[in-house]
């Protein structure tokens, strides 16, 4: 079992920046997968950002060049950061912290691939 806390969220103007830090305790077994994801209401989670413990990383589209994931440590992470800049009205949304193991590469932004889930953190982007 892994527990996840988020924490980071706020209100920023457009072009600002917000750094979004997920505590990790609990156990991460080897083959693991921590991705951001968020959430608007009325529509589906979506990942925005992923790493796993190979140091592979994935960024959705929309995001790239804007926001930077990193763990402090990938042998033991406790800590998982997302890192946003530039940012857009659109990155609006509920921010959560995810885990899981044995998440294949092209299944690392499908929600339904992981079963650890942060409370969730909201950031607010003002135009």
């Known amino acids: 079992q892994v527990q996840l806390v988020e924490s980071g969220g706020g209100s920023v103007q457009a072009g600002g920046s917000l750094n979004l830090t997920c505590v990790i305790s609990?156990?991460?077994?080897?083959?693991?997968?921590l991705a951001w994801f968020r959430q608007t209401p009325g529509k589906e989670r979506e990942g925005v950002a992923a790493?796993?413990?190979?140091?592979?990383?994935?960024?959705q589209d929309s995001v790239k060049g804007r926001f930077t994931i990193s763990l402090d440590d990938a042998d033991n992470p406790n800590t998982l950061y997302l890192q946003m800049s530039s940012l857009l009205p659109e990155d609006t949304a509920m921010y959560y912290c995810?885990?899981?193991?044995?998440?294949?590469?092209?299944?690392?932004?499908?929600?339904?691939?992981?079963?650890?889930w942060g409370q969730g953190t909201q950031v607010t982007v003002r135009s």
């Open positions: 609990g156990n991460t077994y080897r083959n693991w997968w």
């Open positions: 995810a885990a899981d193991t044995g998440v294949p590469w092209v299944y690392t932004f499908r929600s339904d691939q992981y079963t650890n």
């Open positions: 790493i796993d413990d190979y140091g592979r990383i994935r960024y």
